[in-house]
């Protein structure tokens, strides 16, 4: 008998699991993102409301699932395309929605990723930067006091300085706070929109530089 697999490699089935096609945004987007360039896929665009005022930043995946459902409409791409099976396209880099939306005073969730933004990566008691994955979250008022989980209570931290203060509020540890924390606001947004977008000149009529 013939030997028609030599090299151990089999077809792979055209269906996803279960034999179930994606929806066709998802299913375009998928031939999009080619293995060659992920990081064009996480590159940040510009999120612009009905009004053109910016509401926030996404991924160009998130950006293209937008464009391809309808409710979006690029203002400005860049220089690179993403290609599917059939056509090619320009990606984003500021898109606008083509609805209104109303978007609260304080519209991000509270999580340690927000507070890393809002803090800038920055260790609010000895002012160095650090990569993510060295810092931690601390509560400026102990949780053993009754200290929250709250934006006005928690900082950005290194693990050294997150050792020296302990289970003590700063002034017992003997260390300063950089400054107050506080909410997102609609500043606090602008400035983390200009600081991810400061190298793409597109994004500078949009933010009131």
Same mark, same amino acid.
């Given at each position: ?12 089935? =055209? ?11 998802? %299913?375009?987007?998928? *031939?999009?993102?080619? &293995? /060659? ?33 309808? =409710? ?11 290609? %599917?099976?059939?056509? *090619?396209?320009?990606? &984003? /880099? ?55 989980? /709250? ?59």
């Amino acid at each position: 008998m013939e030997n028609r697999h030599k090299s151990g490699l089999r077809p792979r089935p =055209v269906m996803g699991r279960a034999g179930v096609a994606p929806d066709s945004a998802k %299913s375009k987007l998928a *031939a999009a993102a080619t &293995p /060659s360039r992920p990081s064009v896929m996480q590159a940040p665009v510009l999120v612009l409301n009905a009004t053109f005022e910016p509401i926030n930043v996404t991924a160009v995946r998130r950006a293209l699932v937008l464009l391809l459902k309808g =409710v979006a409409q690029a203002e400005e791409t860049n220089s690179s395309n993403v290609h %599917s099976t059939k056509s *090619a396209m320009q990606v &984003p /880099s500021v898109i606008r929605l083509l609805s209104y939306r109303h978007i609260p005073q304080q519209s991000r969730a509270l999580s340690r990723k927000n507070i890393l933004l809002r803090d800038r990566n920055t260790c609010q008691f000895c002012a160095r930067i650090f990569p993510t994955s060295e810092l931690t979250l601390d509560h400026v008022m102990p949780r053993s006091r009754g200290g929250r989980s /709250s934006w006005e209570n928690l900082v950005a931290c290194c693990y050294a300085c997150n050792n020296r203060k302990g289970d003590r509020t700063p002034e017992e540890a003997g260390i300063k706070l950089q400054r107050r924390p506080r909410p997102f606001t609609l500043h606090t947004s602008r400035q983390l929109m200009r600081l991810i977008g400061h190298r793409d000149e597109k994004w500078r009529k949009y933010l009131f530089y």
